[in-house]
């Protein structure tokens, strides 16, 4: 039921589907001379996507998700596996050309094939089935083996995770997967802004794994005013961090998580 929710309410909450519901309803209390009311839901469209798409906002609520947690330093000496989040690939396209197409947080997968060939002897864990609602297409576990073995990784070191459909359960169906013994070192690979909400899931699951972030949207540099970046890309921030926060607080709401912003 939880899942049903959040794709429910993501569809309607992000903030250019958001800013269309506003403007159907200014153009239907136009038509039913609620002069105010159109007035105020037209302006709320046009500030929100004004806000997205040419202001640095989205960039300065990314820095703190994306700062939380760094790479280790010194990396580990030795690795026993390497977990990658699904969310990198172009489901749709993938199920029907059979290819490997990575979307904007390909960068995961990347990061995972260069961390497989300094880890020659660490297990490959791929978490991700079908996480949309509507939209058919093919789960990152079942499209990442096509990647992965075509940069070299030897397939039978490639663990598939399959049936999850959202963080919660990477994390969920991940530790029940493994048999992971006390003293290993697990990393986790997904995007930076990403990583608070997925160590707190984890460390919920009883599994306390290395963060590794990948897929960086922002420079950490961006400062308060006009975007520092193209309009579209500004806007696909806004959303992204929106989500990331309302999930936060949503998994912490929900006793999936501990803590609202998990630290270090």
Known sequence: MFFFISKIFWFVAQ??????????I?????????????????????????????????????HPLEDRFQRPSPAPSHVD??????????????LVRGGYELNASGDRFVETAVLARRYPDAKIVVTGGGGTLVLEGEGDAATAPRLLTALGVSADRLVLENESRNTYENAQFTKKLLDVKPGETWLLVTSAFHMPRSVGLFRKAGFNVVPWPADYRTSGIEY???????????????????????????????GRTDELLPAP
């Open 81 to 94: 596996g390497i977990i990658v989040l699904g969310g990198g690939f172009e489901g749709g396209v993938n």
């Open 26 to 62: 200014a153009f239907f209390a136009i038509w039913l001379s609620w002069k105010r009311i159109a007035m105020a839901a037209s302006a709320s469209a046009f500030l929100i996507l004004g806000l997205a798409a040419w202001s640095s906002l989205g960039a300065l609520l990314l």
């Open 15 to 24: 903030p250019l589907n958001f800013s269309i519901l506003l403007i159907a």
């Open 224 to 254: 308060a005013g006009p975007a520092q970046d193209n309009p579209l890309d500004s806007l696909q921030n806004l959303t992204i961090v929106v989500k990331e926060w309302v999930g936060l607080f949503a998994y912490w709401a929900t």
